[in-house]
């Protein structure tokens, strides 16, 4: 069955990095665009960072740009999250998602749009 697998979450203080891995298994992964989702304590799922299955394309949140870079390595059925510059803000439970897609340079930023999704991963962000 399709599993993606969440890593690198943790706890950081303001201004610090962290580095999050999404291996997936069970898929034809280079078919796949790739997101990333957060969801903090009450509040809604929201879209972080997205790639299109050639790699050519990104799409990130306001929020985000110039602070974190998506990436993948298709080789390796691996989608990364380098997050730079965190903020109290930035906490949430991050999940991955892959959407199935016939156009490789198309990524969306709509949750409903993904097929399947990891089990996610804590970052806390301290001031």
Same mark, same amino acid.
Do not use: H
């Given at each position: 069955?399709?599993?993606?697998?969440? +890593? $690198? /979450?943790?706890? !950081?203080?303001?201004?610090?990095?962290?580095?999050?891995?999404?291996?997936?298994?069970?898929? =034809?992964?280079?078919?796949?665009?790739?997101?990333?989702?957060?969801?903090?304590?009450?509040?809604?799922?929201?879209?972080?960072?997205?790639?299109?299955? +050639? $790699? /050519?394309?990104? !799409?990130?949140?306001?929020?985000?740009?110039?602070?974190?870079?998506?990436?993948?390595?298709? =080789?390796?059925?691996?989608?990364?999250?380098?997050?730079?510059?965190?903020?109290?803000?930035?906490?949430?439970?991050?999940?991955?998602?892959?959407?199935?897609?016939?156009?490789?340079?198309?990524?969306?930023?709509?949750?409903?749009?993904?097929?399947?999704?990891?089990?996610?991963?804590?970052?806390?962000?301290?001031?």
């Amino acid at each position: 069955q399709v599993q993606l697998v969440e +890593s $690198g /979450g943790g706890l !950081v203080q303001a201004g610090g990095s962290l580095r999050l891995s999404c291996v997936a298994s069970g898929l =034809a992964f280079s078919s796949y665009a790739m997101g990333w989702f957060r969801q903090a304590p009450g509040k809604e799922r929201e879209f972080v960072a997205t790639i299109s299955r +050639s $790699g /050519g394309n990104t !799409v990130y949140r306001d929020s985000v740009k110039g602070r974190f870079t998506i990436s993948r390595d298709n =080789a390796k059925n691996t989608v990364t999250l380098q997050m730079n510059s965190l903020k109290p803000k930035d906490t949430a439970v991050y999940y991955c998602a892959a959407d199935l897609q016939r156009d490789p340079f198309l990524a969306s930023m709509r949750w409903y749009s993904y097929d399947y999704w990891g089990q996610g991963t804590q970052v806390t962000v301290s001031s």
